[in-house]
């Protein structure tokens, strides 16, 4: 197995994003991980949570890492607190979104109050930008202890395969 894929690209989904965040461009292995280290070294942390505050509480874009193998792709990513049943997951036009709900962690206190509370409540959400060597109808997903597993298959087409050479047969 690679780390890093071939072009994959990362996309954001925030009314507030950095200079490097906005410019969405298909890159190759190589540098994506340039642009990735370039962007969490140069924002703020707001900026890497995307800073969104929506109407319904926080959306986080969770952290992923993504694996390449020779007949496809596994996405990782860390939702907590996240149950199979409250994840959207959708595919248009290339591209994958990963959209998350999160019950809320509040519990009922019984007439006490709270002494300090940093479980934060939100959805997640991240989209992905697949290229054309993706099959979509062979996409599968699992949530398991609060990961995410997002497998891409490669269509057949796309896989390495070896082409058996054969002699010329003499008349």
Same mark, same amino acid.
């Given at each position: 197995?690679?780390?890093?894929?071939?072009? !994959?690209?990362?996309?954001?989904?925030?009314?507030? &994003?950095?200079?490097?965040?906005?410019?969405?461009?298909?890159?190759?292995?190589?540098?994506?991980?340039? &642009? +990735?280290?370039?962007?969490? #070294?140069?924002?703020?942390?707001?900026? $890497?949570?995307?800073?969104?505050?929506? =109407? /319904?509480?926080?959306? %986080?874009?969770?952290?992923?890492?993504?694996?390449?193998?020779?007949? /496809?792709?596994?996405?990782?990513?860390? +939702?907590?607190?996240?149950?199979?049943?409250?994840?959207?997951?959708?595919?248009?036009?290339?591209?994958?979104?990963?959209? @998350? &709900?999160?019950?809320?962690?509040? $519990?009922?206190?019984?007439?006490?109050?709270? !002494? +300090?509370?940093? %479980?934060?409540?939100?959805? %997640?959400?991240?989209? !992905?930008?697949?290229? *054309?060597?993706? #099959?979509?109808?062979?996409?599968?997903?699992?949530?398991?202890?609060?990961?995410?597993?997002?497998?891409?298959? &490669?269509?057949?087409?796309? $896989? =390495?395969?070896?082409?058996?050479?054969?002699?010329? @047969?003499? *008349?």
């Amino acid at each position: 197995m690679q780390a890093m894929p071939g072009r !994959f690209v990362t996309m954001t989904s925030s009314k507030t &994003k950095s200079t490097n965040e906005k410019a969405m461009t298909t890159t190759n292995s190589n540098t994506i991980e340039t &642009k +990735v280290n370039a962007t969490t #070294d140069n924002a703020s942390l707001a900026e $890497r949570q995307e800073d969104l505050t929506t =109407p /319904q509480g926080w959306q %986080y874009r969770p952290d992923a890492d993504i694996i390449r193998e020779n007949d /496809q792709f596994t996405i990782l990513m860390d +939702v907590p607190g996240v149950q199979s049943g409250d994840i959207d997951l959708q595919i248009d036009r290339g591209v994958l979104t990963v959209h @998350a &709900k999160v019950s809320s962690r509040h $519990r009922t206190l019984n007439g006490r109050r709270w !002494f +300090v509370h940093e %479980y934060g409540v939100g959805d %997640y959400f991240r989209s !992905f930008e697949l290229d *054309n060597t993706i #099959d979509p109808q062979g996409i599968q997903a699992e949530c398991t202890d609060g990961v995410l597993r997002i497998t891409l298959p &490669k269509h057949e087409t796309a $896989r =390495p395969r070896r082409i058996e050479v054969r002699d010329r @047969a003499s *008349n």
